[in-house]
């Protein structure tokens, strides 16, 4: 077969994918941005927000006996090392305040004739408050308010004569999510905004800086090929992104999503493609990688200040309310809420998926339109 | 080497330009410029740095719009149908393009699958390229790593991944050492035997001789056109000889003699039309007016002199 039969017409995406990943590979700071970064913003959040102690459930106790008893058993939750006890309160309402607060998981009701019951021999209880909107934790506590129960009822029956402590359990519905699980949303907004964009915002204009730009277009590439190409190859570097921060939270810190991890990876999937084509736009128009970069983080900025990360929408002026109607993080926050926090399917997303995916587009079409087959 | 089979149905013409004109604001690049070169011709553009050689080459290409004027390639408008004449064209830019955190080996793949080439013949046209450009053993080596002349071998082979019938060579020995000059000239003389048209742009003068015809450039105008030897006649007026004899006559009876440049008593510098048919006739001219002629040859004259000459003019 001659050259001249061999020679293949149609798209040149593969061999771009290609080329872009044997670079990015290659690059350290592709290493640095898209493994690092992630870990290393999801740590800082997680000290900063967290404040849990290490794995250990923060509750109250309600100390209505007052008597040795009593003090002998939270004396037991203490070595048990599971709580991290925050408070003694000395009525229920304090203790079902600090639950209804958010404060802390669960409160422990010691009843009035606790230390009696027990020297008298007679059975009693302990009751737990808990809260119920986080069912995973609410059955950790259970669990460990259970057998901390069962190793003081052991105690006691060798002093005092056998009888029962029935451990007895109430819900409480205190607010729908913690600490670092409400910072998660912003954290994961943050993660893939600024490394994709950032990284591919200097893609086209550093081939056009280092000249590589002027041999690429004496093939038969294509305006398209170039922009999907390159979004493939991106996208591929950079979904990792996603994934590993939100392992990182859920190790670290012990967060617990309501969400699928489908229903996750799809909504931060839809906004990563927003990212990245952002970031394209902004190569596009670039004239030097410099520029490139302070784009990004000009653009990562007013993101930041209007997607509902530091101040709620709601609470703008209705300009700003107008600013953030533009602003796809906007919609990734509000969709991403739904689905880790609260559990909803990304069905339920759909009109927050829609708008982003139609700022996707509207990126593309953009950089498909500008991006110029010429040098200057 | 694979032959391009279509060779012999491409036009008479690898490039026409007419009226090239690029503007960058005020300044004009290059100014209405025409330039016709043969299918198989080495043909050099020659003149110093800033007369325009590069966007000169870059509208041929096809990678600046020209302001004014077109360029065909094989007959194709470049600026209306330049992914069909991009077929044609291999070109290496002056300045070095390739991706340095890629292999050689990976750096020609790459191109011959941006080119369209896929399979096996994607493989062998790789290897018959990295073993005919000695780049074989150094096909691990990241581009970033090469020296200057294997970075321009490498160039020269991406430049041929698709077997073009034109290539286009903008300033390609520029900061070469002179034995690998040397070296890169056989292969352009090589290339161009195969039937391959060369378009070259330098400003060392040397090399230029190499040309089939050459196209003299100064402020983004063509000052002078023709092969090395018809230029250098342009500028002098003719060929240069020198004669040296015994005896007193007046020069200017000579035949074909259109200008003396020097006379030292005996020995003269004579400007002829054209020196293999006037110098016998001089010498039996001389000898007829009784002198003795103990020397009569052509003088070779440096393409710089004749540069330097019409550069004098157009200014």
Not at chain 2, 196 to 206: A, E, G, N, P
Not at chain 2, 291 to 312: N, W
Request: hydrophobic share 45%.
């Amino acid at each position: 077969m001659s050259l001249e039969e061999g020679i293949r017409k149609g798209l040149r995406i593969i061999p771009i994918v290609d080329k872009e990943i044997r670079q990015l590979v290659r690059d350290p700071k592709t290493i640095l941005m898209v493994l690092l970064m992630p870990i290393t913003v999801t740590i800082l959040f997680g000290y900063g927000y967290g404040g849990k102690g290490a794995g250990k459930y923060p509750i109250t106790v309600v100390d209505l006996d007052g008597g040795d008893g009593a003090f002998k058993f939270i004396q037991e939750l203490r070595n048990s090392k599971m709580f991290d006890i925050k408070a003694i309160y000395r009525s229920k309402g304090q203790g079902f305040s600090s639950v209804y607060s958010g404060r802390v998981y669960a409160s422990l009701v010691i009843p009035e004739t606790f230390t009696e019951d027990l020297t008298k021999g007679r059975p009693t209880r302990v009751e737990l408050y808990y809260d119920a909107s986080n069912p995973s934790v609410a059955q950790m506590i259970m669990q460990a308010v259970g057998v901390v129960t069962q190793q003081f009822q052991e105690w006691a029956a060798d002093r005092f004569g056998t009888f029962a402590i029935t451990p007895m359990f109430y819900t409480v519905y205190g607010p729908k999510v913690k600490k670092i699980e409400s910072f998660i949303p912003a954290l994961m907004a943050m993660i893939l905004q600024m490394v994709p964009t950032s990284l591919i915002s200097v893609s086209i204009c550093r081939e056009r800086e280092k000249g590589t730009f002027e041999q690429f277009i004496m093939t038969p590439v294509s305006v398209f090929d170039i922009i999907f190409g390159k979004l493939a190859a991106y996208f591929l570097a950079t979904i990792s992104d996603a994934i590993l921060s939100l392992f990182t939270a859920m190790l670290l810190f012990d967060v617990r999503l309501k969400g699928t991890f489908l229903d996750m990876t799809i909504v931060s999937t839809v906004f990563l493609l927003n990212s990245l084509s952002l970031g394209l736009l902004i190569s596009v128009f670039s004239r030097n990688q410099l520029q490139a970069y302070q784009a990004s983080i000009f653009s990562f900025i007013v993101f930041m200040l209007f997607s509902g990360v530091l101040v709620p929408v709601d609470v703008l002026s209705s300009e700003a309310r107008l600013i953030a109607s533009f602003v796809p993080m906007y919609y990734f926050v509000t969709a991403f809420r739904s689905v880790s926090l609260k559990g909803w399917s990304y069905l339920m997303v759909v009109d927050q998926l829609t708008t982003m995916t139609l700022f996707t587009v509207a990126f593309l079409v953009l950089s498909l339109r500008f991006l110029r087959m010429e040098v200057t | 080497m694979l032959e391009l089979e279509r060779m012999g149905e491409l036009p008479e013409l690898a490039v026409e330009a007419k009226g090239l004109t690029k503007r960058f604001g005020n300044f004009v690049a290059v100014n209405h410029i025409n330039l016709s070169i043969r299918r198989g011709e080495n043909f050099g553009l020659l003149g110093p740095n800033g007369a325009g050689k590069t966007t000169t080459i870059r509208m041929i290409t096809g990678v600046i719009r020209p302001s004014e004027g077109y360029v065909r390639v094989f007959g194709i408008d470049v600026a209306r149908e330049r992914k069909r004449a991009l077929r044609y064209i291999g070109y290496m830019p002056q300045r070095f393009s390739l991706y340095e955190d890629l292999t050689v080996e990976e750096n020609i793949r790459l191109y011959g699958r941006l080119q369209g080439l896929t399979g096996n013949l994607l493989r062998e046209r790789v290897r018959e390229l990295l073993e005919r450009f000695y780049l074989w053993e150094f096909r691990r080596r990241l581009a970033g790593k090469l020296s200057g002349g294997m970075k321009q071998r490498l160039a020269l082979a991406t430049a041929l991944v698709h077997d073009p019938a034109l290539l286009i060579l903008d300033e390609p020995t520029a900061g070469v050492d002179p034995p690998l000059r040397r070296k890169f000239w056989e292969h352009f003389r090589e290339l161009n035997r195969e039937g391959k048209t060369i378009l070259v742009t330098t400003h060392y003068m040397d090399e230029a001789e190499n040309c089939d015809r050459l196209a003299l450039m100064n402020r983004g105008r063509i000052i002078a056109e023709g092969s090395p030897r018809e230029i250098k006649r342009k500028a002098l007026g003719g060929d240069l000889v020198e004669i040296v004899l015994e005896g007193d006559l007046n020069p200017m009876e000579l035949p074909g003699v259109r200008s003396v440049l020097e006379d030292s008593g005996g020995r003269y510098l004579l400007i002829v039309k054209d020196s293999g048919r006037d110098l016998p006739r001089i010498v039996k001219r001389a000898e007829e007016l009784g002198a003795r002629v103990l020397l009569a040859s052509p003088v070779h004259v440096s393409l710089e002199e004749a540069f330097i000459r019409f550069m004098g003019e157009s200014e």
